[in-house]
């Protein structure tokens, strides 16, 4: 069924446990994340980046490939088409115009002030439509050296003053992660994403879940992070499946390509799912 995140995450939080925001990129990566969540029933998160909507066709494109496969699959596990990262208002006015159940307003580049006011417009538009919004606080990583000065620590005042201002339903505050791969260690602020959980009191979302150890994962879920969003590990297990599959095989069929990598896709979805508790939780 497709849903808004509302209550997958009400429950996470209440149950102690994260549900999997996983990226999607392509028809094929749509279903096998699909066919392994409902194998394992758990809810989930489908997150799209503006870069895969543009790369699959449109925001239309999308939630025709989602809900044609959610049919033709009889998918029955919560499932959310959650637009990650949305850099305007007007990009998730066309997610929620579309089908999208949820967005993401990133306007964490912008000063306090104007991410208060974008995210609000966000929200009051989406409330309508019984659309879910998140929204980031800080500034989280996008290099590949999670020591690099990017990174910018959620401040906990101005946690409460989005939170409280906009009335968004999830907050993704910057705790140390960043997306993609990781140069040194990972190094979350873990005092402050208790802090943050404690003041907002709303569900918490982990950016940048590549390479962030098993160890921390689960100390996070402990203070309240409740939706942790993965997308290079993925990539990585699907792309060294195909890339050996292709250098022993000779073969062009593209459908036999892509398929190569199934496997050790959902191999690592299934850890995931392990890790962050969500079985049997749909
Ligand atoms: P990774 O690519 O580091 O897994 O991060 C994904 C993400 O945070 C998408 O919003």
Redo the contacts with the bound molecule.
């Keep these: 069924m497709l849903v808004n995140m509302k209550e997958m995450l009400n429950k996470a939080k209440e149950g102690k446990y994260a549900v999997p925001?996983l990226?999607i990129n392509n028809l094929e990566w749509t279903r096998f994340i699909l066919e392994s969540c409902e194998e394992h029933k758990s809810p989930v998160i489908l997150?799209v980046s503006e870069g895969a909507i543009k790369y699959m066709g449109g925001y239309k494109t999308v939630y025709n490939i989602v809900s044609g496969l959610m049919d033709d699959l009889n998918i029955t596990i919560p499932v959310s088409l959650h637009l990650?990262?949305g850099s305007s208002y007007e990009s998730c006015v066309k997610a929620i115009d579309n089908g999208f159940t949820s967005v993401m307003i990133d306007a964490s580049k912008y000063s306090l002030e104007e991410n208060v006011s974008i995210t609000k417009q966000v929200v009051d538009y989406a409330k309508d439509k019984n659309v879910t919004v998140e929204a980031e606080i800080g500034h989280i990583g996008g290099s590949e050296d999670s020591t690099n000065s990017d990174i910018a620590y959620a401040n906990v005042l101005d946690a409460v003053y989005l939170v409280n201002n906009t009335h968004i339903d999830f907050l993704a505050p910057a705790l140390g992660s960043?997306?993609?791969l990781y140069k040194g260690k990972p190094k979350l602020d873990f005092e402050r994403m208790k802090k943050i959980s404690e003041e907002v009191n709303l569900p918490l979302v982990l950016?940048?879940?590549?390479?962030i150890f098993d160890d921390q994962i689960k100390k996070a879920i402990s203070l309240g992070i409740c939706k942790i969003?993965?997308?290079?590990?993925l990539q990585i297990a699907w792309s060294n499946a195909v890339r050996d599959f292709v250098s022993k095989n000779d073969v062009y069929d593209p459908r036999k390509i892509i398929k190569s990598g199934e496997v050790a896709m959902k191999d690592c979805i299934y850890k995931k799912l392990l890790l962050f508790g969500s079985i049997d939780k749909a």
């Design positions: 925001h990226n997150g990650d990262h960043v997306h993609g950016h940048g879940g590549t390479g969003n993965i997308n290079t590990e």
